[in-house]
């Protein structure tokens, strides 16, 4: 039997929760906008840095054991998305910069009249790529709003908006705003029924739950290793029949076929080093808290799923014990689900608004007493124009993460109290 999760031995694997602020621990509900990282993803990247810091292709042993680095991680992350093959996995420098490259390379399918569909829930990143391109080719870009009471998805207007002439949906797999989580397998099977591309924004989804690109049959995915206790590296998951036929801008010389063609210039090893320990770090709570036989894996991808489902039950607790205790703020709204029997629809990310107050108030007095959550809009422009609260200073961000704890959630609590 698989021990109980126990967020304790794993805080003492990241150094900087240890960071003090008025003589108490420090705590971080700013995951939405970048993890923390443990010890053996700090000290991988110092390793590269010190022993094994060259580029590819020398014939020299740094050279080769580069390439061994970007190899391993590449199929890490293969594991991590259950991709069929390492090839289906580029890297690139953030997940903004990969999307805008292959915005640009699958916008040169596009012809006039044609049609693209991406939504209010987004972030802008999996937005304006998508917009620049269509406007470019003489293409028009369609809206797919989401409700305003709790912040999900109208896949029932989904279906009206596609036709023979969509070409492409850029989607999200969880709101970095408000938490909301899409089911992509559905808007996947029923945009592949028109002929249209699926481009899955998954870089707030992937901290908190497994990922399998095949079940989603999506045709990219992309995500952020930064929100998965890793560097500062974007990770994107292409079906290798769409990488291998599309153009890639690139300069010459350059690889032909994927992943190479599509990772311009020279990557950041020492990240790739990281990306691998953050996977290793995932595998290792698949092996310690990991419980079931998860249907069609095995060795590594069943560990992390089984990691990964552990973390989701655990962070859904911690958003249990949040809503269940923020109804007691007065003036404290919180935007999105707030049915507690609907967890499972919702990452544990959530943007809340206290009456009488501004976000970027409650977030520095929060952060003057060591809680860190962030306030704005948090690049996802739409969500905050959709809410009206844009031009209002957006709303604050709580996110929890696995290494946060019931504890931290009442000191969040209380610090609310006491501000009003």
Known sequence: ????????????????????VKDRPAVFFDGPGGTQTPQRVI?????????????????????QRTERIAAEARQAMADFFHAKRP??????????????????????????????IVTWLDHDANITPWVLAARDRGVKTRWLEFQLEDCTLNLDRFTELLNEKTRLVAVTFAS???????????????????GALVYVDAVHYTPHNPVDVQAIDCDFLVA?????????????????????SLEAYK????????????????????SLAGVQAAIDYLESIGQEYGDGDVDRYDGRRLRLKRAM????????????????????????????????????????????SLAGHTPRDVAQYLGDQGIFVWDGHYYAVAVMDKLGKLDS????????????????????????????
Do not use: C
């Open 1 to 20: 039997m698989p021990n109980p999760f126990d967020p304790i031995p794993l805080r003492k694997q990241f150094p900087s929760l240890k960071l003090l």
């Open 43 to 63: 000290d991988a990247m110092s390793q590269y840095l010190v022993q094994d810091n060259s580029n590819l292709g020398g014939a020299f042993i740094t050279s």
């Open 87 to 116: 090839e289906e996995i580029v890297f690139g420098q953030n997940m903004t910069s990969l999307t805008f490259a292959m915005s640009r390379a699958i916008s040169r399918t596009w012809n006039p009249g044609d049609e693209i």
């Open 176 to 194: 970095n705003a408000v938490g909301s989580i899409v089911d992509v397998a559905q808007v996947t099977k029923l945009a592949h029924q028109v």
């Open 224 to 244: 952020s290793a930064y929100k998965f206790f890793g560097p500062h590296t974007g990770v994107l998951y292409g079906k290798y029949e769409w990488l291998d």
């Open 251 to 270: 300069v010459r010389p350059a690889p032909g076929r994927p992943p190479g063609k599509w990772e311009t210039g020279t990557q950041s090893f020492e």
């Open 309 to 352: 489902n552990a973390i989701k039950s655990y962070e859904e607790n911690l958003s249990l014990h949040f809503l269940r205790q923020a109804v007691e703020v007065p003036g404290l709204q919180v935007h999105g689900i707030t049915d507690v029997e609907r967890l499972s629809e919702r990452a544990p990310t959530f943007a809340v």
């Open 393 to 420: 200073g957006g709303l604050v961000r709580i996110g929890f993460a696995h290494y946060n704890t019931e504890d931290e959630i009442q000191r969040l609590i209380s610090a609310l109290g006491e501000l009003l």
